[in-house]
Every structure is written in structure tokens, then in C-alpha cells.
């Protein structure tokens, strides 16, 4: 009779959980950081102490800050990747990409879409990690895209309509990021509406005339 072939033990998929909650731990401590004291206040001591572990367990999972402030945007796009996958089959996507942003009960993705966008606007050195993110969320994007849009739709026109899509959603991050800059009420609200038109504007085909 052949031999069985060894199941993992209990002990390695503990470990293996374990180095995967305190790597989110470590990427939502930054999030925190970067939401309660700016972008550029988070040093790698600041996180290991708001994650409750060492300055050394902090470089045993990133290399540098950078790392985990990316690993914390990278965590943000997949939770929208994940509310976009649970939109029904048949759905616009244009209807789907509305519904994710203007949840009046998904508070917490607002609030991270809120504060990543203030720090874009903020900090160069934010919106250059937003953007490399972007990017690489990108191909998941049009993935989705090929999924939901009528058959035979070509590459170029998912990756137009993906790229278009993205520009639209920053476009409102920076116009609302701007406002509460200047003094204006940094809502979540305001910030829902703000996707709301920009992505009515695409429905338009960019005709300022329309509704």
C-alpha cells in the first residue's frame, strides 16, 4: 500500500496564522498612525508600539516603513476588490462601483478611502506609494471588468475603461481632499457625493450638459 503523503501539522498552520495576523496587525497600526498623526509622522517605532510589539518584531515582517504604509494601501484595494466581487453578476458596473462607495453602512471603508486620499494630497511621498498600488490593483481590476462587461469586449477598452474608472474615483479624492484642506467640511458624506458625481460624470460620457 503507498505511503500517505505527511498533512501539515497543527503547529505550522498556527505559526503560519499567526505571522498572517501580525502582519495585518502591523499594516493596520500604520493605517491608524496615518489617520490619527499624518503620513509623514509614521516611523517604524510608532507602529511596533501602537501594534504592541518590539521595534525587532516590526523588521522580522517589513523591511521599512514604506513596506508596511504599502502593505496597508494594498489591504485597502482588497477590501474593495472584495465588495466589488459581491455585487450581483448581472449589475452594471457602473451601478456596482456606486454601490461600494455610497454604502451608508460601510463605515470603515469610507473613513480608509477618506484618509488615504487626504494623505495623497498631503505628501508627495504618500501619493507616490498610493500610486505604485494603483497600478498593481489595476490588473485586478480589469480581471473584474472582463467578468462584467458584454462579451467580446476588448482588451483596450477594459483597460480604458479600468484606467478610466480610477482616474475618475482620484479625481474625486483630490477635489474633496482639497476642500477639507482648505477649511471644508471633511465629511464622509461629502466625499460619498463626490464619487457619486464623478462616476454619474462618466455615465454622462464627460457631457458637462447632462445630469
Not at 48 to 53: I, L, N, S, T
Not at 111 to 130: K, T
Not at 143 to 161: E, H, I, K, M, N
Amino acid at each position: 500500500m503507498a505511503a500517505r503523503s505527511p498533512l501539515p501539522s497543527d503547529g505550522c498552520s498556527l505559526r503560519s496564522r499567526k505571522r498572517a495576523e501580525t502582519h495585518s496587525m502591523l499594516a493596520g497600526a500604520a493605517y491608524s498612525l496615518v489617520r490619527d498623526v499624518g503620513f509623514d509622522a509614521v516611523t517604524a517605532e510608532a507602529v511596533a508600539d501602537r501594534a504592541g510589539v518590539s521595534r525587532r518584531t516590526f523588521f522580522n515582517y517589513f523591511p521599512s516603513v514604506e513596506s508596511v504604509l504599502t502593505a496597508s494601501i494594498a489591504e485597502f484595494f482588497v477590501s474593495v476588490g472584495e465588495r466589488l466581487e459581491a455585487r450581483p453578476a448581472g449589475e452594471d458596473v457602473l451601478d456596482s462601483a456606486l454601490a461600494v462607495v455610497s454604502d451608508p453602512g460601510d463605515v470603515e471603508l469610507v473613513e480608509r478611502i477618506a484618509v488615504i486620499a487626504a494623505a495623497g494630497e498631503s505628501s508627495p511621498h504618500a501619493r507616490g506609494l498610493i500610486l505604485v498600488e494603483v497600478h498593481a490593483w489595476l490588473d485586478w481590476l480589469e480581471d473584474w471588468l472582463r467578468q462584467r462587461l458584454p462579451p467580446g469586449s476588448g482588451d483596450l477598452f477594459v483597460a480604458t475603461y479600468a484606467s478610466t474608472l480610477v482616474g475618475a474615483a482620484e479625481a474625486a479624492f483630490r477635489v474633496w481632499a482639497r476642500g477639507a484642506r482648505d477649511g471644508g467640511a471633511a465629511d464622509h458624506p461629502s466625499l460619498r457625493a463626490a464619487l457619486a458625481v464623478t462616476l454619474g460624470h462618466l455615465r454622462t460620457g464627460l457631457d458637462s450638459g447632462r445630469p
